[in-house]
T-cell receptor
Framework: DSGVTQTPKHLITATGQRVTLRCSPR?????VYWYQQSLDQGLQFLIQ???????AKGNILERFSAQQFPDLHSELNLSSLELGDSALYFC????????????FGPGTRLLVL | GENVEQHPSTLSVQEGDSAVIKCTYS??????FPWYKQELGKRPQLIID?????GEKKDQRIAVTLNKTAKHFSLHITETQPEDSAVYFC?????????????FGQGTTLQVKP
C-alpha cells in the first residue's frame, strides 16, 4: 500500500457524460500527478499540481481539467467523454515539487460505453 | 519532443537466469530515471531509480546502469524468480527541477518460467 488513495475503483459511463476522479496523496506529500494508462498509449503524464497550483502539463485534452484543494486532495474532471477515454487513471504523489520519488495510487478504471 | 524507447516489449527467461531491459531517452537534459514494476491490475511500484550524477546503482538482485553519453539506461535482474513476472516500465524526467513530469517507455512484459 503506497498511502495514495483513489476513488472510485471502477467507473462505467456513457459517451458525452462527465465524471470526476478523486485522489488523496500520502500524508505530507505536496505534489499530485495524474497519469492515463491505455493499452496502446502506455503511461501518459497528464498534469501535476504542487501545493494547490498547477506545476506541469502534459498532453491533457481540453475536455479534461484538474485541481488540487487546500487539503491537498485532487480531482480530475473528464467531460464530453468519448470511447477512447476508456483507460486506467492513476494518481501519484511526492513530497515536494519534482525531484522525489512518485508513489502511485491503485488507479480508477474508466469504461466509456 | 521528449521520448523514451524501451526494449524488448516481451521477455521470457528461465527461473534463475538474468533479465536485461534497455531504454533510450531523447532529452539530454533528463536527470532522473526510475523503474517501475506493475503486476496485472495493480499500481506501478518503484523498484529502483538512478540520478544523472551516478553511473550504476544496485539493490540486491536489481541493478540499473546509466550511460549519459549514449542516452540510455538499463535494468538488470539477476537470479530471476517467478514472482518477478510483471510489466516493467522505465521513465525519464527532465528539468526544470521544480516539475516531476515522467516520460514512460512502452513497457516490457517479463515472464519467468519455473
Amino acid at each position: 500500500d503506497s498511502g495514495v488513495t483513489q476513488t472510485p475503483k471502477h467507473l462505467i459511463t456513457a459517451t458525452g457524460q462527465r465524471v470526476t476522479l478523486r485522489c488523496s496523496p500520502r500524508s505530507g506529500d505536496l505534489s499530485v500527478y495524474w497519469y492515463q494508462q491505455s493499452l496502446d498509449q502506455g503511461l501518459q503524464f497528464l498534469i501535476q499540481y504542487y501545493n494547490g497550483e498547477e506545476r506541469a502539463k502534459g498532453n491533457i485534452l481540453e475536455r479534461f481539467s484538474a485541481q488540487q484543494f487546500p487539503d491537498l486532495h485532487s480531482e480530475l474532471n473528464l467531460s464530453s467523454l468519448e470511447l477512447g477515454d476508456s483507460a486506467l487513471y492513476f494518481c501519484a504523489s511526492s513530497v515536494a515539487d519534482g525531484q522525489e520519488t512518485q508513489y502511485f495510487g491503485p488507479g480508477t478504471r474508466l469504461l466509456v460505453l | 519532443g521528449e521520448n523514451v524507447e524501451q526494449h524488448p516489449s516481451t521477455l521470457s527467461v528461465q527461473e534463475g537466469d538474468s533479465a536485461v531491459i534497455k531504454c533510450t531517452y531523447s532529452d539530454s537534459a533528463s536527470n532522473y530515471f526510475p523503474w517501475y514494476k506493475q503486476e496485472l491490475g495493480k499500481r506501478p511500484q518503484l523498484i529502483i531509480d538512478i540520478r544523472s550524477n551516478v553511473g550504476e546503482k544496485k539493490d540486491q538482485r536489481i541493478a540499473v546502469t546509466l550511460n549519459k553519453t549514449a542516452k540510455h539506461f538499463s535494468l538488470h535482474i539477476t537470479e530471476t524468480q517467478p514472482e518477478d513476472s510483471a510489466v516493467y516500465f522505465c521513465a525519464a524526467r527532465s528539468p526544470p527541477s521544480n516539475t516531476g513530469k515522467l516520460i514512460f517507455g512502452q513497457g516490457t512484459t517479463l515472464q519467468v518460467k519455473p
